[in-house]
């Protein structure tokens, strides 16, 4: 897809409470947009709209769902506090739903194949409740498999947090084959290689043209076959042996190999944790893989790694062909990576869009699929929106089928329309501020305990978010693995924050900010708007603890620069969230290999992390990660915040919108009724 405009003067939808001021810009039911405002898609596209329209009052729309709009009303329309709204703009009011589409007679350009330049895991039901048909495949799994891939993972419920399936109508009929998904990102996808995916937006396009050794059930947590027939894993979890599938092939025809899966894992570890963070981590002391015979691959660890199975099964390490993997990591990002998935790219723009074409003769799905054979789209057209009023308007009137990001306030517009609202929890390390423990007055570990208790946790949710959200209450989300309920440790307590930072000697000062030895209790978050309520919740963090005489500033940059300061340790604090459905993600997070912190080795905690890797039994290894959950917060390696949930709008054509078990999108059992 191309440039998306939205001409100056031309009605673009409802956008009156999506923070346009009021005045000349709104006319009747729709708006007009000022004219020096555009949607577009590309680079510097997402900054500049959501800098105007945040500019002009966008605060409590900020509820989306995946990670990354804003408003000044609650969900009944009452004005928010004082302390949330921005300065010095005037109200703005809700304007009626528009008479027409927000995209109505725009272009759209479609590249050619190759294109211009030829990503927040929690299982959720499977929509509509459908079964799984009986597999093709077969497990020679051990005992000890069913403990790493089985009962760990189902031990956490991962099933268990609600969500709202895009189940069909009683009037959809059966699966329909062919047609068109067009579906609104909120964000440009950063690379079209899925190894060196990062952000929710661009997986939900880099899961689809690739296949994993495994899947994970997004209902019962448990692994199942998907390029593997079959696997076993070693007695200490330093070697997993894994049975390809006969007769898959890539989309450049060549066939799948054990030396297929040699060659992407050791071009993972080539690209590096600096490009590959996700990837390179999940492969930490890789070995090497051997090649047993055509379809049998042993990898190997220098060190137990019983996570591995589980990352077995994301789509940072799905298999690619010889053709991508031989290539260097910036020619990987521009959109002719071959994978086996039932997808294939035809056209991609770096930083702009992706479409997808189904690919002919699929027939190798996951044992997690509800159908066999190819996928019922033909085509799928990712386009950029980020105004979150611009996508919603554009699904409600039909021109585009799904959106991310939709707001928990728009599905009476959306159901309105014979559409729905998808939500489910991610799993993983919840948004919270990273501390770098060698800056300012971050190295004092009194102030980042004190942290813990100074942050109201559920005003962040009753104020920017929304129901589907909730508040933080350990280092690990609560649909995770392993998770403990630690809100003890979070509550919110003021007073006990005073008290803490007066006890170590930080003391206000005439401003109301504390001071010790002429140092003020001033720090910085480095952060993007990846989720796009990122702003909004910080700035109310702000308050709070300005409340408690801390000082909090704002250090708002783009992702990439983002991710590539905080590789760096260049921050005083980082704000992100980080999904995964296994409690290493704690590993991957506040580890030695990465040492995100800046710290120094904490044997309490260091120990444990290697331990859990090792370990095969799964209580002893829930007992582990427990341990690390409560040594993070101790530690004040991490200031929790709020979970993330994601938010799917599907219109009413859009049937079995799903999401896998890492809280993504899986389109291959989605389909287009009513055509």
Request: contains cysteine; hydrophobic residues 35%; aromatic residues 6%.
């Amino acid at each position: 897809m191309g440039t998306l405009w939205a001409q100056p003067g031309r009605r673009t939808g409802r956008c009156g409470h999506r923070g346009l001021p009021r005045g000349p810009h709104l006319t009747g039911g729709a708006c007009r947009l000022p004219p020096d405002l555009r949607v577009e898609t590309g680079a510097g596209a997402r900054t500049r709209a959501a800098d105007r329209l945040r500019d002009a009052g966008r605060l409590r729309h900020a509820q989306f769902g995946t990670r990354r709009q804003s408003g000044t009303g609650d969900r009944q329309g009452r004005p928010l506090p004082r302390t949330v709204r921005p300065r010095n703009h005037p109200p703005v009011r809700r304007a009626r739903r528009p008479h027409r589409g927000p995209l109505s007679g725009q272009p759209r350009t479609v590249p050619g194949r190759g294109g211009a330049g030829a990503a927040p895991p929690h299982p959720q039901q499977a929509a509509g409740g459908r079964r799984i048909g009986r597999s093709r495949l077969v497990i020679r799994a051990r005992h000890r498999i069913i403990a790493l891939a089985g009962a760990f993972v189902t031990s956490a419920t991962l099933a268990g947090c609600g969500g709202s399936p895009a189940a069909p109508g009683p009037d959809a009929g059966p699966p329909k084959p062919g047609g068109t998904l067009r579906y609104g990102l909120s964000q440009a996808p950063t690379c079209s290689d899925p190894a060196q995916s990062g952000t929710n937006q661009t997986i939900y396009v880099t899961r689809q043209i690739v296949d994993s050794l495994t899947d994970q059930d997004p209902k019962t947590g448990e692994l199942r076959p998907w390029l593997a027939r079959s696997w076993e894993v070693g007695p200490s979890a330093q070697t997993f042996t894994f049975h390809l599938a006969d007769g898959v092939t890539f989309s450049d025809g060549t066939p799948l190999t054990a030396d297929s899966v040699k060659n992407t894992f050791d071009s993972i570890i080539r690209l590096g944790g600096a490009k590959a963070t996700l990837a390179a981590s999940y492969l930490t002391n890789y070995a090497g893989t051997t090649v047993v015979d055509r379809l049998t691959a042993r990898v190997s660890f220098s060190k137990p790694n019983a996570q591995f199975l589980q990352a077995s099964s994301t789509p940072q390490l799905g298999i690619l062909a010889d053709a991508t993997t031989a290539k260097p990591a910036e020619q990987r990002c521009l959109g002719d990576n071959i994978g086996s998935g039932p997808f294939t790219y035809a056209g991609y723009r770096q930083d702009a869009s992706a479409t997808l074409a189904k690919r002919a003769g699929y027939h190798w799905g996951s044992a997690v699929f509800a159908h066999q054979g190819e996928a019922y789209l033909d085509r799928i057209e990712f386009t950029v929106v980020p105004e979150s009023g611009v996508r919603t308007g554009s699904l409600a009137s039909g021109q585009l089928d799904a959106i991310s990001d939709a707001l928990p306030q728009d599905a009476p517009q959306l159901e309105a329309a014979g559409g729905r609202l998808l939500t489910t929890a991610n799993p993983g390390v919840p948004f919270g501020f990273q501390t770098n423990v060698t800056r300012g007055p971050l190295r004092d570990p009194v102030v980042r305990q004190a942290l813990l208790s100074a942050i109201d946790r559920k005003q962040l949710v009753d104020t920017v978010l929304g129901p589907q959200f909730k508040p933080a209450t350990s280092s690990l989300a609560s649909t995770t693995p392993g998770y403990q309920d630690l809100s003890a440790v979070l509550a919110y307590d003021p007073a006990a924050t005073r008290r803490i930072l007066d006890g170590a000697g930080w003391l206000p000062g005439g401003d109301g900010i504390r001071a010790k030895n002429g140092v003020r209790l001033s720090f910085s978050v480095l952060f993007s708007q990846v989720f796009a309520g990122n702003q909004a919740i910080i700035e109310l963090v702000q308050q709070q603890l300005r409340q408690v005489g801390v000082e909090l500033k704002l250090d708002l940059v783009s992702a990439p620069e983002s991710i590539a300061r905080e590789n760096k340790q260049d921050f005083d604090s980082a704000y992100y969230n980080s999904t995964r459905a296994d409690g290493d993600i704690l590993r991957t997070t506040f580890g030695l290999d990465r040492n995100l912190n800046a710290r120094e080795r904490i044997p309490a905690l260091d120990d444990v992390l290697d331990e859990q890797l090792g370990t095969v039994d799964p209580a002893a290894r829930v007992d582990r990660i427990h341990t690390a959950q409560r040594q993070v917060l101790d530690n004040g390696l991490w200031i929790p915040t709020v979970e993330l949930s994601q938010a799917i709008g599907a219109g009413p054509n859009a049937r079995d919108v799903k999401f896998e078990a890492s809280a993504r999108l899986q389109f291959f059992d989605t389909w287009l009724s009513g055509r």
